[in-house]
């Protein structure tokens, strides 16, 4: 295991709080940042991170250059508020629609590098009630203040609401402490650094997003997260502690779901890396049992994983981002 | 004063065209739980607000009240003060989430007074945008203690100790949109609690039930007689007590408050309670106690005072209709001590100090339109008149 990255590599958001440090910098790279917020019926919740991130980033600092929301086909909302707020609207399936269409939160990641601009992308997921502009610029520090990181992920103390006003503490969350940290542990011990590896709010270099395929669903993080390991190595990656982030709890079933979509990805990718072999093929159904009226009845939902290629490899973005592009695969530093 | 009237509908617009920024510091700074006498993370905030919008000099002042000043360029004249309480009703000490839509914001404690303190962290920023500068300096603060047992501490102490003559003041509280306040009701608010010793063993037959007591006493405060002139009023606006259906009350208590707009009035009424207070010890021998919470003075500032028809003119131009009431605010501190005051609401709301409680955006735009504008006419001279 590499001792020291975990120390050299791992950051406060309060280390880059100098917003005109960061912007000087920006622009002394000459690079553009785009800020994605991936949503699905996100309408309690989307028009504050919009807010915060457009005035305090956008007006007062002009650290991102576009805020651009890419919509899972939202039933309530979401797409109006956000609208109201000017920032840009996609639903995914309008982007590429000539592709076979999926849904999931990797998908719309994936498409967002299609519509996007920015040599950087953040990712920030749109369900985070104590949303704060540290989210962004704390994982856009080190990428703008260091030459050697290309990817930043948050960490965080993160309470959930149980009610109103009660807060539970907790550690790395459960999917991570009970699936991802055991198997990071047998198969990749460099990994288990990462102390949130599922958390939801990463940025990167567009030339790191493109080259990487990305699952469509849970298995987003994942997978990126081995993928840019193996490809590029751990000293191209940052955490970064943003203190602390407040968002809906989920029931046990909906995250033994996001279990199973994980430990697929990762098997998947262990395989394909010629680390194990599967003799046998992965079934697609997660099936759970729900007490009704008495008697166990199996509830059984079909979780395939997709997974898309790497959008360089899309003819449609390369001609939109040909490799001289900055920022696009071809640029210094990776 | 007939040019700021003709700029209003422009200063709408243009406040519109940073509404994020005037948002952002609603929810930045309102979702900091800050209780009365527990203000003082929410006052950091704003003051290191305050700092990042480049205000000339930001400081918590000794008793904890967060202080702009923005610097004048005439340094003889007095400062023209913007007020906005900083502490909120509720008694949650953790930190709250507002939401926002297109249209709202909904959260504990924005319509009392968290929007109001984001538009006051916003001014500076404001004023730039709308290419503003004054003679006089402009002092925002945000006072501590404001509100109940707060008895309007925070401000009563930073005017005790302000070096300098005050121009005037606008004090502005979230709510309600053509609030024009500019007198005070005299206001004595106190508590009564009636408490009765708990028995360790068998509770006897017709013991004395303190919900029954404090019955007893709400019903001889509606007995007593209040006059139309002076106009005054008690109101009973809390009351809690007992344990379970079945259990005979130990506890119970009633808050109340008189006011009247004569001063003599309030006292006479407050000593009426007293004597019905101890009255009812004597006759059930329990434990009945008054307390006084705060009060106030009557003050006034004269109906045809040149800032109050600046504001109804103001609000005139903007279409909205000013409507005036008496308040328990920061502007009676600055009227009783001689200094031109008004309140004025920014926008429009429900639910003020309950769960659902919100905003509406829109308004907001008109509400905060009023603020430069009659700044600039108290820049003017327009108090001085």
Known sequence: MNKSWVESNTFHHSEFNDLNRLVAEKHRKGLSISLCLPTLNEEKTIAKEIIIMKAELMTRYPLLDEIVVIDSGSTDKTRDIARSYEVTVHEADDILPQLEQFKGKGENLWKALYVTRGDIIVYIDADIKNIHHRFAYGLLGPLLLTDRIRFTKAFYDRPLTVGENKLRPTGGGRVTELVIRPLFSLFMPDLTQILQPLSGEYAGYRSIFENIPFPVGYGVETGMLIDIHEKWGLEVIAQVDLDRRVHKNQDTKALGRMAFVIIKTFLKRIEKLGRVAINQDLFDDMIQYNLIRGKLRPEIRQLEVYERPPMATVADYREKFPPSTPGSSGAPGV | ?385
Not at chain 2, 200 to 217: D, M, S, T
Request: aromatic share 6%; net charge negative; with cysteine.
């Open chain 2, 1 to 385: 004063m007939d040019k700021y009237l003709d700029v209003l509908p422009s200063f709408v617009d243009k406040i519109r065209k940073v509404r994020e920024i005037i948002i952002s510091n609603i929810v930045l700074i309102g979702q900091i739980s800050a209780p009365t006498f527990h203000e003082r993370r929410r006052a950091e905030r704003l003051v290191e607000r305050l700092a990042e919008f480049q205000v000339d000099e930001c400081l918590l002042d000794d008793f904890g009240n967060p202080i702009g000043v923005i610097k004048g360029s005439s340094p003889d004249k007095p400062p023209i003060f913007i007020v906005a309480h900083l502490d909120t009703f509720s008694e949650v000490e953790a930190d709250q989430h507002f939401e926002v839509t297109d249209k709202i914001i909904s959260g504990l404690g924005v319509s009392d007074n968290s929007a109001a303190v984001g538009v006051l962290a916003s001014l500076p920023e404001i004023f730039r945008h709308l290419e503003l500068r004054f003679e006089s300096d402009i002092v925002l603060v945000a006072p501590v203690c404001n509100l109940g047992a707060g008895n309007l501490r925070g401000i009563r102490r930073l005017l005790k100790t302000w070096p300098t003559p005050i121009a005037g003041a606008i004090c502005l509280e979230s709510v309600e949109l053509g609030r024009l306040n500019y007198y005070s009701d005299g206001m004595i608010r106190g508590e009564i609690e009636c408490s009765i010793a708990i028995e360790e063993k068998w509770e006897r037959y017709q013991k004395p039930n303190a919900i029954l007591i404090i019955n007893e006493v709400i019903n001889a405060i509606l007995n007593l007689r209040l006059p139309q002139k002076p106009r005054t009023q008690i109101v009973i606006g809390r009351i809690a007590g007992g344990l379970d259906h079945g259990k005979i009350a130990y506890d119970a208590k009633i808050g109340f408050e008189i006011q009247s707009d004569s001063d003599d009035m309030v006292k006479e009424l407050y000593a009426d309670i007293r004597d019905i207070v101890d009255g009812i010890n004597k006759v059930f021998a329990v434990e009945l106690r008054l307390n006084r919470i705060s009060n106030l003075n009557a003050t006034r500032l004269r109906y045809n005072h040149p800032l109050i028809k600046c504001a109804t003119r103001i609000l005139n131009r903007l279409g909205v209709e000013a409507v005036s009431e008496p308040s328990e605010t920061a502007l009676s501190i600055f009227l009783r001590r001689q200094i031109p005051a008004i309140t004025l609401g920014i926008t429009s709301g429900d639910n003020f100090h309950q769960e659902g409680a919100m905003v509406k955006i829109e308004p907001m735009f008109k509400g905060i339109a009023q603020i430069p504008a009659l700044i600039m006419a108290m820049d003017n001279g327009v108090c001085d008149e």
